[in-house]
């Protein structure tokens, strides 16, 4: 199919075959990109289901559904503690992009930033905005932040647990990957205290490093999820187990 522009849409917006878009929705679409009346595009829920649609005069009509074959195989969380700035925005797009199904920020003890709902909403926008750039079916959720030992002890686990760790002698995340769902964790810029990573290792996180060179936090999440989708998408593509 050819290049067409995504749009994520919430269940609320589609109705009887129509789409009612939102006026931002409208107006990119009919302002910025110069789509016309008859024009097609993608629309997503962002939870798997995907269609082909065309501009109307007044609501968008669904023209077919449209089958998507982007997803990782395997579900991965990643729990992050926030980075100082603007930072966990670069990391939301970046990890969106690569096929992080949950995002879980989380407050360390060595968290500089202090968050608010609004930079939740904005982050949520954000991995919408990657989704539709990187076709993805899905838009990863983006958890409310959590201090790291209120998420210990409060929420079971979503795969294989573990823990980025720069120091100690941890086995590679490469070889220690298994082939189904993960959940990674990666620490702030002043890195976890003993404290937290003995705390995580209690609860069944295995430590492991992604190598000898010590990556900025923003980088290290990065880094994660690329190792995790390449470790995923060549088993799959390989047929190996
Ligand atoms: N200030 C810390 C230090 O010097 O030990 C470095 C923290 S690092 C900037 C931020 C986070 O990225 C770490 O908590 C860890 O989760 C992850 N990280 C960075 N480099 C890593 C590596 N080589 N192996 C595993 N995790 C790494």
Not at 136 to 164: D, H, M, N
């Amino acid at each position: 199919m050819a290049q067409l522009q995504r749009v994520v849409v919430s269940p609320a917006q589609i109705q009887d075959g129509t789409i009612t878009l939102e006026k931002t929705q409208s107006h990119y679409l009919q302002r910025v990109l110069r789509l016309k009346v008859g024009d097609r595009f993608i629309a997503m829920d962002g939870q798997g289901q995907t269609w082909l649609a065309k501009i109307g005069e007044t609501v968008a009509t669904i023209i077919e559904p449209v089958a998507v074959d982007s997803e990782l195989p395997h579900w991965v969380t990643l729990a992050i503690a926030l980075p100082k700035g603007s930072g966990f925005d670069e990391v939301v797009r970046q990890v969106s992009e690569l096929g992080v199904a949950r995002i879980v920020p989380i407050i360390s003890e060595r968290t500089l930033l202090q968050p608010n709902a609004k930079k939740q909403a904005r982050w949520q926008k954000i991995a919408a905005e990657a989704a539709e750039q990187s076709e993805r079916s899905i838009v990863p959720l983006i958890a409310e932040p959590i201090q790291w030992k209120k998420y210990l002890q409060s929420e079971p686990s979503c795969g294989q647990r573990f823990l980025c760790w720069e120091r100690g002698d941890s086995p590679a995340l490469l070889d220690a990957l298994p082939q189904a769902a993960v959940e990674l964790a990666i620490g702030p810029e002043g890195g976890w205290t003993t404290a937290e990573v003995e705390a995580a290792v209690a609860v069944g996180y295995q430590p492991v490093s992604l190598g000898k060179r010590i990556l900025r936090a923003v980088t290290a999440a990065v880094a994660v999820m690329a190792i995790v989708a390449a470790a995923q998408e060549r088993c799959t593509a390989t047929g190996q187990q």
